[in-house]
């Protein structure tokens, strides 16, 4: 319950406005580098990450802060429900004949990236090196929702050709993989044409997605499914 002195009190205003949730951090920490709120819907966390390496790169700031959040609200869930986007057992089953749309979670994560030439300190603790990266819109499709396979191909490439990667030299994929009948069988369509064309026998391809077993954390999701990546690397397992 919120009263009307609440409603429009500073605390209000600053609290519901995206700008201001970057800035605060800013300001608390003493920042004064590029600082923004992306929202890019389910993408938002690594098109920051994407930005925020470009901004390393330009020399614009000398250590980037990268974050995603998501907390849920009860309108947002019936918006998805009735859109019939989640799962009517509150289960992801990612890759699965089983699949009946997602689960909502909420989470916040942070990393802190700086150029490889400036590591170097004992402070530094480095837990995976970001080659490359690459953002792209789906532009026309089936729907406003729709994935559009051709598109994802385009970036899966895009992200290798800017990384200096070879398809064959990946052998790990943190996919989207949200647990949906439309999305799933588009975004393994496009891994395949991309990472799975001229590829021998044995050399495997695993793909994973976290949101199994935390759900879809919408904003913050991009943040999550790039730590189950780090681990992986840091723990190759």
Aim: hydrophobic content about 40%; proline content about 2%; aromatic content about 6%.
């Amino acid at each position: 319950f919120v009263t009307h002195d609440e409603a429009n009190s500073v605390y209000s205003g600053t609290g519901k406005t995206m700008s201001i949730a970057a800035g605060r951090i800013s300001y608390t920490l003493g920042l004064q580098g590029p600082s923004m709120a992306i929202d890019t819907a389910c993408s938002s966390s690594l098109t920051a990450l994407h930005y925020a390496r470009r901004s390393l790169q330009l020399h614009e700031c000398d250590i980037a802060i990268v974050a995603g959040v998501n907390i849920l609200w009860p309108q947002g869930s019936v918006y998805c429900a009735v859109a019939g986007m989640t799962s009517a057992d509150g289960k992801c089953h990612t890759f699965d004949e089983s699949a009946n749309g997602y689960t909502r979670g909420e989470g916040c994560g942070a990393v802190v990236l700086k150029r490889l030439s400036d590591v170097g300190s004992d402070d530094d603790s480095v837990y995976a090196v970001l080659r490359g990266s690459a953002v792209l819109q789906d532009g026309k499709s089936a729907s406003l929702t729709a994935p559009n396979g051709l598109a994802q191909e385009d970036l899966l490439r895009a992200a290798l050709l800017d990384g200096g990667v070879s398809a064959a030299d990946v052998s790990y994929i943190e996919a989207h993989g949200t647990g949906t009948v439309l999305g799933d069988p588009v975004e393994s369509a496009a891994l395949a044409s991309v990472y799975g064309q001229n590829r021998s026998p044995d050399n495997a391809l695993y793909v994973s997605s976290v949101k199994a077993n935390i759900g879809h954390l919408e904003a913050a999701a991009g943040m999550a499914g790039l730590f189950l990546a780090i681990f992986a690397l840091h723990f190759k397992k």
